[in-house]
Nanobody, 114 residues
């Protein structure tokens, strides 16, 4: 199982970024997948997830209305569109899947600063 995140970077407050998580080593269509983030000095927290059956999504209250999760099963990739970014969104963003055990990507840094 391999998860590879990309798309992070430095953006000004109010800006947008689109994160990608490319998956391999398992049947992507069979599993829900989630995004987490970890800011300096803070615990890792769940941001959003999307299930595999009907595309039902979940968002943390802190990102609801600003972030959108989606998946492309043909490309085994999950996306996180992040709009109206705030400095408090600064963190390393990880994708995660649970298959008997949890698998994490290496993370991608998102920095929101003027």
């Amino acid at each position: 199982v391999q998860l590879v995140e990309s798309g992070g970077g430095l953006v000004q407050p109010g800006g947008s970024l689109r994160l990608s998580c490319a998956a391999s080593g398992f049947t992507f269509d069979d599993y829900a997948i989630a995004w987490f983030r970890q800011a300096p000095g803070k615990e890792r927290e769940g941001v959003s997830c999307i299930n595999n059956s009907d595309g039902t999504t979940y968002y943390a209250n802190s990102v609801k209305g600003r972030f959108t999760i989606s998946r492309d099963n043909a490309k085994s990739t999950v996306f996180l569109q992040m709009n109206s970014l705030k400095p408090e969104d600064t963190a390393v963003y990880y994708c995660k899947i649970g298959i008997v055990q949890d698998y994490w990507g290496q993370g991608t840094q998102v920095t929101v600063s003027s």
